[in-house]
């Protein structure tokens, strides 16, 4: 954060101008971990927001589960024999089975 003070009669009042945010939007894993940290780890909740890092760290969690299920979904699919080829013969098992994973994997997250 930059400061800068007004002077306002025989006070000094600070302007208090934030740096520009990170890029990106929260998605599910962002929000949650957000929510964690707000109901369960409160100082490291208000330590980041202080020091004007908790858009950052809640990006890079969010990046970070995202690859993770990414990479699970594909090994599931790879252990349970989806392949291209069964994605071109048959369009609607494939889709049916890559969901399987994708939600099995989000419940238990």
């Not at 006070?11 to 945010?21: A, F």
Request: hydrophobic share 40%.
């Amino acid at each position: 954060m930059n400061f800068s003070y007004e002077k306002c009669g025989d006070y000094l009042i600070p302007n208090l101008i934030p740096d520009p945010e990170s890029e990106g939007e929260l998605r599910k894993f962002g929000l949650m971990r957000k929510s964690y940290l707000e109901n369960h780890r409160r100082g490291i909740y208000s330590g980041l927001l202080l020091l004007d890092k908790l858009k950052e760290h809640l990006l890079m969690i969010q990046e970070q589960a995202e690859e993770r299920l990414d990479l699970l979904v594909e090994q599931m699919a790879k252990q349970e024999g989806v392949t291209e080829q069964l994605k071109a013969q048959n369009q609607m098992l494939w889709v049916a089975k890559i969901q399987k994973f994708g939600f099995g994997l989000k419940s238990k997250l």
